[in-house]
């Protein structure tokens, strides 16, 4: 994807409101039904991860090392797209003070 279409898919989102909790919530839970059903391999999930990467890349303000900041965001969609099994907590910053 250029960076011309990820601008564009990012304003459409953002216009349609798909930024939830429950959205995302939904996409974790789609993906572990398309991989039980068997109708999702590892190369469309990669697609789908770096959609997610992209988006967040483009959405996010300049930051020092883009680099390691992109690392940073597959390493935690790798955890959250654990699927159904049990590898501890889906998010590496439960229970951690925001602030």
């Known amino acids: 994807m ?6 564009e ?3 459409c989102l ?3 409101g798909l930024r939830a909790h429950a959205t995302s919530s939904a996409l974790v839970q789609l993906r572990q039904e ?3 059903a068997n ?13 997610i990467c992209g988006e967040i890349s483009v959405s996010t303000p300049h930051v020092h090392a883009p680099a ?4 940073s965001i597959r ?10 099994q ?14």
């Not at 250029?2 to 601008?7: G, H, K, S």
């Not at 109708?39 to 959609?51: C, S, T």
């Not at 390493?75 to 159904?84: K, Y």
């Open 2 to 7: 250029t960076p011309t279409e990820a601008r």
């Open 9 to 11: 898919r990012h304003e």
């Open 14 to 16: 953002s216009f349609l």
């Open 34 to 36: 398309l991989v039980a």
């Open 39 to 51: 109708l999702l391999d590892a190369a469309a999930m990669a697609r789908i991860k770096e959609a």
């Open 68 to 71: 390691e900041f992109e690392a």
């Open 75 to 84: 390493n935690r969609l790798d955890t959250i797209f654990i699927g159904a």
């Open 86 to 99: 049990d590898r501890g907590t889906a998010c590496p910053l439960a229970g951690r003070n925001p602030g």
